[in-house]
């Protein structure tokens, strides 16, 4: 357990260095301690037991700790690292305390309080991390940092892929409508534009950067946010087709638009920083461009 939560707490440590180096700190030093804990308990055992350690797996001890695989996620917020960490340790002294009641030995039971003690030490210091950084300035510089790495690995593709599916698609979808002046055939063409358009941009998005030197996160996680969401801002204005009626079908179509429009504008001011009244501008005008051109081509 000692030698699994020394290399949690390593990669931990890794993970943040960049982005939060106060806390990769602190989980530095908790692996180090882990470390010594473990070497300690072998210390002992070969001490009362000699060289010759059996191998005794995790799953062969009743009740036994099972660490979730979090560290794992690469995406994993820093918060939530912070909680894992602290439950890990609260979990670490209950079973040396518990295994200590058990114990006969002196050698082994004082060995056994004294980790416990210690887990209890490496608990109150992930709470006094947490609550320490709060509203502190190395605080809010990881979570500016943290804030970061959503944007270039979550929200960049995310709205690459929105405008991409909700403007794209509009000249398809609109031409087809004028054109045959049927439902269906629009909603076809539509739901075509719209998945092509989400597989294309999807690949595109993951084949473009591994993110190892831009720290734009995995590529296959940005392949996938970049696709779904392109393949969702195209299928929005293609669902109202789904109406027999052709007339209220454009006009819920058209509502679908411009509600698609607000929203990429919000985010953009959201998470770009950009000011909300040019960036409306720039995203309803881009829309309403391929608009008439879809509307021009389809009534040709």
């Not at 979808?173 to 439902?183: C, E, G, M």
């Not at 629009?186 to 720290?215: N, P, Q, Y």
């Amino acid at each position: 357990m000692e030698e699994e939560d020394s290399r949690i707490y390593g990669q931990f440590a890794r993970r943040l260095a960049a982005s939060h180096p106060a806390t990769a700190e602190t989980f530095r030093r908790m692996q180090q301690e882990e470390a010594a804990h473990q070497a300690r308990l072998v210390a002992l055992y070969k001490d009362r037991f000699g060289e010759d350690m059996p191998l005794i797996r995790k799953q062969d001890v009743r009740g036994f700790i099972a660490r979730r695989p979090i560290w794992l996620e690469a995406l994993l917020p820093i918060e939530h690292i912070r909680r894992e960490a602290q439950s890990m340790e609260i979990e670490s002294r209950r079973f040396y305390e518990k295994s200590a009641e058990r114990s006969k030995d002196p050698a082994v039971r004082g060995l056994l309080l004294a980790l416990a003690d210690e887990e209890s030490t490496h608990e109150r210091l992930a709470t006094k991390l947490e609550k320490n950084l709060a509203g502190s300035q190395v605080r809010r510089e990881e979570d500016a940092a943290q804030r970061r790495q959503f944007v270039l690995q979550i929200v960049q593709p995310g709205l690459a892929g929105l405008m991409d599916g909700s403007v794209s698609t509009l000249a398809p979808v609109f031409a087809a409508a004028f054109a045959t002046r049927d439902s269906r055939d629009a909603f076809l063409v539509g739901m075509a534009a719209s998945v092509g358009a989400g597989i294309s941009m999807g690949f595109a998005e993951a084949l473009s950067d591994d993110g190892a030197l831009s720290g734009r996160g995995r590529p296959y996680v940005r392949g996938t946010v970049c696709g779904l969401m392109t393949g969702l801002g195209g299928i929005g204005h293609t669902l109202p087709f789904l109406v027999p009626d052709f007339r209220l079908a454009m006009g819920i179509a058209m509502l679908v638009v411009v509600a698609e429009l607000l929203a990429i504008a919000w985010i953009r001011h959201r998470y770009m920083d950009t000011p909300l009244l040019p960036t409306m501008v720039q995203v309803v005008f881009g829309g309403v461009l391929v608009f008439i051109a879809g509307v021009l081509i389809g009534s040709a």
